[in-house]
Structures are given as C-alpha cells and as structure tokens.
C-alpha cells in the first residue's frame, strides 16, 4: 500500500486525506511514517495553516518528532530554549492553546519577539495529544498570515489532533502487542533450554537456570540468545 496522500476531488477532499491517513496508519508498523503523513495533510486539511510540526514528551525532554519545513522545527526549537509557547502549554496544561495574530500582542512576548523577528509565522496554536491517561505531546499549527488561523481552523485542528491520538494509540498498542509476542518466544526458548540441560545434565530447574545466567553473563549475550543457542545446538544433534 503507498504511503503517498491521495489527491481526491474537491467536494470529498476533507474525507478523502482523512481516508489516506487512515490507510498510512493502520498499514505501517513506523511511529515516523505516521508523524509524517499528519505534519505534512495538517496544512491541507486546516485553514489557513502553512507549516505544522508534532513535539512528543519524552522522560526529561520534548522532542519535535516531525515538522513539514525547518520553520515549524525552529519555532519548536525557540519554544523548548525560552520554555514557554502554545505547544508546551498544551503538553503542560492538557489544553488547546491559540494565538490568532502574534502581532498584537501574546501570552508568549519572548517566543512571539523571537519568532516574528526571524521567521514569516504570524499565527499558532497547539493542541494536546493524548496516549491512554498520558499527556505525550502536542500538534503545533502556524499560519504566515496574522489572524490566519481563526476559529474555524481552531476546531479543524481539533478534530485533527483527535484524529493523531488515535493514531498513536493504535501504534503503540502495536508496538506493545510485538514486545509481548517476543517476550513470550523468549520464555519458551528459555523453558526449552532448562528442560534439555536438565535432562542432560540431572540437575533441577535452578541450576539449569543458574547455568543459562552464567553463561549470559560470562559471553555477554542475552539470556533468551543463549538459550537459542543451546536448543538449537539440540536439535542439530
């Protein structure tokens, strides 16, 4: 399946990126295809937006994950340098955060100085994304136009922040369902290994365990690729 946007006729244009988006995100197993395909419809599918960018909450840091252009990276970059702007605030607070014009006045006066003096962004907003009861980020919206993004793109980006959440939800349920699939192939391997040296060497379930951790530890290998390793030695005999 392409990972390309669709173009769709005009009057089915909303539905039909919203339908493409879907398909990106249920057919890829990539964290970064799916940030890439939201930054890059966010300005189609919002008015008045031009660049969009997706910062994600790290353990000690924020991090922009993925941006349509190198201004939305950089006002994200002046947002995590002056700790202040409508992105962390939405991470911060769980909320919705809207400057329709930066050129009277801000909540912001540092990041808005900064950014109307270096960049053609003249409007922004962030609106959180949420993973389960976790605050993990936020959608950052900019126009070049003051009074560019109005209420109207204020609710669109609402349903496109939505539309993100889900996404990243289902990736990581995904993401968490490999991990538990791998975790238990692990264990079998593991219980196989303790059976054979078990029965080949007479002695209980704890110190073939010992000797499996032994031997992890001694070569510098994980526990579940020694066990591999033994049981396939087994079954090569």
């Known amino acids: ?20 988006l879907a398909q990106i995100v249920y057919a ?8 890439d395909a939201v930054v890059g419809a966010a300005p189609r599918l919002v008015n008045g937006c031009d660049h969009a960018s997706l910062m994600l909450r790290g353990s ?10 190198e ?20 991470i911060v607070d769980n909320s919705v955060y809207h400057d329709a014009d930066l050129t009277d006045g801000s909540p912001w006066p540092r990041l808005t100085e900064r950014v109307l003096a270096t960049t053609p962004v003249r409007s922004m907003a962030g609106f959180r994304l949420l993973v ?39 990736a990581h349920e995904r993401k968490t369902a490999e991990t538990l699939r791998a975790g238990l192939t692990s264990n079998r391997e593991i219980g196989k290994a303790i059976g054979l040296m078990m029965a080949f060497h007479k002695i209980s ?10 031997a992890s530890q001694d070569m510098n290998i994980k526990l579940a690729e020694v ?7 087994h079954n090569k005999v």
């Open 205 to 214: 379930d704890e110190a073939a365990f010992a000797m499996l951790r032994s």
């Open 132 to 170: 389960g009861d976790q605050k993990s980020g936020a959608l950052n919206l900019f126009s070049e136009t003051p009074g560019g993004l109005d209420n109207d793109s204020v609710d669109q980006g609402i349903v496109l922040a939505s539309f993100v959440t889900v996404a990243l939800l289902a």
């Open 28 to 35: 890829s197993d990539s964290f970064e295809e799916v940030y």
């Open 60 to 69: 000690d840091t924020f991090l922009t994950v993925a941006s349509s252009g």
């Open 1 to 20: 399946m392409s990972d390309e946007l669709v173009p769709y006729p005009a009057d089915e244009a909303t539905a039909g990126i919203f339908r493409s």
């Open 71 to 90: 201004v939305a990276r950089t006002i994200d970059g002046y947002e995590r340098e002056l700790g202040e702007g409508p992105c962390l605030d939405a």
């Open 227 to 233: 066990a591999k390793q033994v049981v396939d030695h």
